[in-house]
């Protein structure tokens, strides 16, 4: 078994190998089962694998996960932004949320939490899901670093639906969403947000393999690194702006290059 200290300390020089460094801002996504091999205990692996990468970024470094509660879509489940726990996004993210310094933007669906010295941009954020004034535009206006764990970012990326609002695909449009919020007095009020949502009559089928074409083209201009850990653990890491510009490259080519086809039902074509 390896000691917590060791562990802290191979997993920094994992995060310097990608390219970290003192002040970044990463966005983190992905999972770290792979560090069960460690036979640490999660309430040690947590703790110790955000000390690691605290310790590259340092205290003017800012890390940001996702909160989603996509869950309480469609329900009349009440979010309460102190307490909804997030949904399906692993317990690492789930662990920086409940951090004690840890800000969360305020939407019911698709909610960012962060700690450190940007984390702040996310009491400002609009309603909608992605584009203008969400998180999204934020972290690219912070030439945030994406950091995927365990995953290879192809199956994890979704900056991918902010460049579609912003490359105008015409298979999306915003939905309004009228849902009850937690009040801090404890009284529950029905207020607006948005979302980015397909046309359900179009049968609209993402491509199979997701985002790779993407990241092929980043691995060509050498934009994308890599690193495994003594663990196993694989992580990968890249510009978020640099992903906006390469894969707004293809909608400008192509608007329906995210999709397998083009869909045959199109309600907004006239």
Known sequence: ?????????SL??????????????????????????????????????????QDVISHTGTIFSPSASMNLCNTSIPFDIANTPSHEMGALA???????????????FWSISGIG?????????????????????????????????????????????????AAGVPYRYSKEFT??????DGSISEELFYMSVMYRESEVFKRIKLNEHYFNEMEKRNLLTSATHSSGLKLWSFKMRD???????????????????PPQIRPYSS
């Open 179 to 184: 849902h009850p919020i937690l009040q801090k």
């Open 1 to 9: 078994m390896i000691a917590p200290e060791e562990l802290q300390t």
């Open 12 to 53: 920094s020089h994992s995060f310097t190998s990608l390219g970290l460094k003192k002040e970044d801002t990463c966005y983190i996504a992905g999972n770290i089962s792979a560090l069960a091999r460690t036979r640490l205990k999660k309430d040690i692996l947590l703790p110790r694998f955000l000390a690691a990468l």
């Open 243 to 261: 992903f906006y510009d390469v894969a707004t490259s293809f909608f400008i080519k192509d608007i329906y290059n995210y999709l397998e086809y």
């Open 94 to 108: 789930e662990y920086i949320r409940l951090a004690d310094e840890s800000i969360r933007s305020f939407h019911p």
């Open 117 to 165: 010295k940007n984390s702040d941009i996310l009491q400002n954020v609009s309603r909608h899901s992605y584009g203008i004034g969400s998180p999204w535009s934020k972290f690219l206006d912070l030439d945030a670093r994406q950091i995927n764990v365990g995953l290879h970012p192809s199956k994890a990326v979704t900056l991918i639906h902010h460049i579609e609002v």
